[in-house]
């Protein structure tokens, strides 16, 4: 069986086989594995890759590719073989790490101190100096315990001889530990037997070295406990699911720049119930865009004066900022004589050939051997694919050598590596190996006892068989990395073997204050796109039903839907007919005209990304659904019946999300935001509608009461209590009045009214909002004003302009509530005083 297996797998003399050896054995740590692989049938075979793909789908692993066509949540790709490696070679490896790590933390603490290396001539000036990623106002700044790297990262590849070669640092933000976790959770459950018989070390060990690293460098004040938190720059960067992932596993809450602020010399995250200090951030954010004040200040995702914190040394940043500096290619020739230099001992592990240009003997060499060669941007700032040498032939190899003598400094070349090949299982075949290059990310922390190094990391695989670049965002695979021990397995855990009676966790009283305000404002988006889609599919129909004609349904359901902002107002140069079916069509699809139904629905969609770990998976099927009949709608010229079929199925989609709202998520204090939300928007619109309704002359003829009543969704209310036309006083009784109408004014004060009261009670919290006070005097507002008032163009209501004027006090209070509640817990004005919560 054995040789069925290894009969068609491509075995080459120019590349270091993981699996094999030279004369083609199959290597001492490989050979228990591949006989287990070898015995698999073909049908348990397709089983196990099922089952790597249904994890995948369910855990919601995706690596996120910016205009990947495909769409932008890729699912993460794992091939189920791992990469193996035995213990002694490990061993080699992990030191050399470590050592790395090391040494690349001395660095950023000479360049950002004394600066010997620049004196004595072991680094060109101009190499550091000439790129944006040396932080000017980080010099002079001491992080905590002299550490500036926390976390770090190194791509290895394999020489043909089976060496380990470096092949780039990674220094700022290291991506990838995330990912390699998730891998180990589902391979180790792929091959059961194997995980347990080739005593494969466990992850569980390197994250608590993290954790106790960063918890011993917190600079707390007396007893208190250290506060971590993530930093991630939102779910729409490329890793964001590891952000989330990782969050979740280390027990820190994962914030984004708006949900910290900065008072006097310390950090603090906006939560629900106040000011809370953070003394460690853990970024996944690049260096430049975390302080706008003293980096970039066009930067919308950093907290500003973050950096006048770490300078008082009141916060950790892990990684330090400015420590992306080391992640250019183009220091690494000189790290052999820094090494011994700082650290009195020679680098363990060689980088991978490389000659930075901006020094004559460099450049020259790369012209003489350009064909060798690959190019690549000396900057990581700099955005340039690698260029290899031998593909250039004529006026592109002249064009390039032109542009590295222009400015060589931009520039470094790398010797050309034949990457590793190693098994992967083929899923367009029944049983066969494929061979593709692979290269392993290995990661390093720092601990309280030195660099900790990963047991493993995250192998990558390539595309094709010849490829010479391994990239995720090409569309690269990834692996777990196996690396075994003669002794015995750590059996730590980071998570809880059960769950006692201090562990238990109900509604969480420390949300951020942006997941509040996305929830709040995902509830008011929600009622906005259905208020909409309503007022639309109501014109829309009269006009219908009018087959072009101006009826006064017509004239008055257009009137309010462009008072109500959802119609544009006509231009005196450009007056579009009203009726027309041009200006209800683009109100329905043009998602960049205001107020339109498509831009409502994009602004939800903006609201739930943000919030999307909170929402059930039927929940967020039903968003896409939503997106995807838009879109869908997008590609075709409707006509004015097929957009009424479509405003149907949004409102029915509107309703299953109110569903999924009301039952499916857990009454916390984001839940009760996110009603809130709702109910101050549905008051706001109904307020607005029915006193511009009073108001209008328009509306005073046929038809139009009956349009109201659809337009709020009590239609069959009104019909089953009255057996009649609509008439004024029974249709504002329901639609004002009524507080058993869930479609009703009152019914929404009142709600808002007890929400407020709770908050005071569970918040000690008094609103601004007078609210209250006109609820109260709307409930005593005198209806039977309505029995002696005939409704009609030719006659004055004052009656109807008095309950009008009552309710836009009513529509002012919800807007000044809903100021309130973003001052005091969104953005948390006038909360200095208020730092209790952080001591």
Avoid at 198 to 227: I, S, Y
Avoid at 235 to 247: G, K, S, V
Avoid at 274 to 300: F, I, M, N, T
Avoid at 711 to 737: A, C, G, K, N, Q
């Amino acid at each position: 069986m054995a040789r069925t297996l290894l009969a068609i797998y491509p075995h080459s003399a120019r590349r270091y086989d993981e699996m094999l050896t030279a004369d083609g054995a199959v290597r001492p740590h490989w050979r228990q594995f591949f006989i287990h692989l070898d015995s698999i049938a073909p049908e348990e075979m397709h089983r196990r890759l099922d089952f790597v793909d249904r994890r995948i789908q369910e855990n919601g692993v995706t690596y996120n590719v910016y205009a990947d066509p495909s769409g932008s949540d890729r699912p993460w790709a794992l091939d189920p073989l791992p990469l193996i490696i035995p213990p002694e070679e490990w061993a080699e490896v992990s030191a050399a790490v470590a050592q790395r790590a090391t040494l690349l933390n001395a660095i950023l603490a000479d360049l950002y101190g004394e600066q010997t290396l620049l004196a004595e001539g072991l680094l060109p000036p101009a190499l550091v100096f000439g790129q944006h990623g040396y932080l000017w106002p980080c010099h002079g700044i001491k992080p905590a315990g002299g550490t500036w790297l926390h976390q770090y990262a190194v791509d290895l590849a394999r020489s043909p001889d089976g060496r380990w070669w470096v092949i780039a640092d990674r220094t700022q933000a290291p991506s990838g530990a995330g990912y390699a976790l998730e891998n180990r959770l589902i391979v180790s459950r792929v091959f059961p037997e194997m995980f347990r018989d080739l005593h494969v070390q466990h992850l569980a060990d390197f994250f608590r070295d993290q954790q106790d690293g960063l918890n011993a460098l917190a600079p707390v004040d007396g007893d208190e406990q250290p506060h971590i938190v993530l930093l991630t720059p939102g779910p729409y960067n490329e890793t964001y699911f590891e952000h989330a992932y990782l969050a979740r596993y280390l027990g820190f809450p994962l914030v984004e720049g708006q949900d910290l602020t900065v008072r006097g010399d310390t950090l603090f995250l906006k939560t629900l119930r106040g000011l809370k200090r953070v003394h460690v951030v853990l970024r996944r954010q690049d260096d430049g865009y975390c302080d706008p004040l003293e980096l970039r200040g066009e930067s919308a995702l950093g907290i500003p004066g973050l950096l006048n914190v770490a300078r008082a040394g009141r916060v950790v940043i892990a990684n330090a900022l400015g420590s992306g500096l080391l992640a250019s290619g183009a220091l690494m020739g000189f790290l052999p004589a820094i090494c011994r230099k700082l650290l009195g001992e020679e680098l363990a592990m060689p980088s991978v050939g490389t000659w930075w240009c901006g020094e004559k003997p460099a450049l020259d060499y790369v012209r003489e051997n350009f064909d060798d060669l690959v190019i690549k941007p000396a900057y990581p700032t700099q955005r340039m694919d690698p260029v290899f040498g031998y593909e250039l032939k004529g006026e592109a190899r002249a064009e390039m050598l032109h542009r590295i003598e222009a400015r060589p400094h931009a520039y470094v070349a790398q010797e050309m590596v034949n990457l590793s090949q190693g098994p992967t299982w083929s899923r367009s075949h029944e049983r066969r190996l494929l061979a593709r290059p692979v290269g392993l990310r290995a990661y390093a922390v720092a601990s309280p006892d030195g660099y900790s190094v990963m047991p493993g990391g995250l192998a990558r695989v390539a595309t094709g068989a010849n490829a010479r670049i391994i990239s995720m965002q090409r569309g690269g695979a990834s692996k777990d990395a196996w690396v075994l021990t003669d002794g015995p397995v750590s059996e730590f855990t980071m998570l809880k073997p059960s769950v006692g009676v201090r562990d238990l966790v109900r509604a969480g009283a420390n949300l951020t204050s942006r997941v509040v305000e996305n929830l709040f404002w995902l509830g008011r988006y929600s009622e906005r796109f259905d208020d909409s889609a309503r007022m639309l599919r109501v014109a829309l129909s009269r006009v219908v039903e009018a087959s072009g004609g101006k009826t006064p349904a017509v004239a008055s359901a257009m009137e309010m839907a462009t008072i109500l902002g959802i119609l544009p107002t006509p231009e005196e140069d450009n007056e579009v007919k009203e009726g027309s079916e041009h200006v209800l069509l683009e109100a329905i699809y043009d998602p960049n005209q205001p107020g339109s139904l498509a831009g409502n629905i994009r602004n939800l969609m903006w609201s739930a990304t943000h919030v999307r770990e909170r929402l059930s998976l039927d929940h967020w099927h039903s968003l896409n659904r939503l997106q995807r009949e838009q879109q869908a709608a997008l590609k075709i010229h409707p006509t004015l019946t097929e957009a009424i079929a479509f405003l149907d199925r949004v409102l029915g989609v509107s309703s299953s999300l109110t569903g999924f709202a009301m039952d499916n998520m857990t009454r916390d204090d984001g839940w009760r935001f996110l009603i809130i939300g709702r109910r101050l928007e549905r008051l706001s619109f109904l307020a607005n509608t029915i006193a511009n309704f009073l108001k209008m002359p328009s509306t005073r003829g046929p038809g139009s009461l009956e349009w109201l009543l659809e337009l709020t969704d009590s239609i069959i209310t009104y019909r089953s209590r009255y057996s009649r036309l609509p008439e004024l006083l029974p249709v504002l009784d329901l639609l004002v009045f009524d507080d058993s109408n869930p479609h009703g004014l009152i019914f929404q004060a009142s709600v808002l009214a007890r929400y407020l009261d709770r908050m005071a009670r569970e918040l000690d919290e008094h609103s601004a909002s007078n609210l209250p006070e006109v609820l109260h005097r709307l409930q005593g507002f005198d209806l039977e004003r309505f029995e002696q008032t005939q409704f009609s163009p030719e006659r004055n209501c004052p009656v109807c302009d008095d309950l009008a004027a009552l309710l836009r006090e009513l529509d002012s209070a919800a807007v000044q509530l809903s100021d309130w509640l973003g001052m005091r817990y969104f953005t948390h004005v006038g909360d200095v005083s208020r730092q209790t919560m952080a001591l």
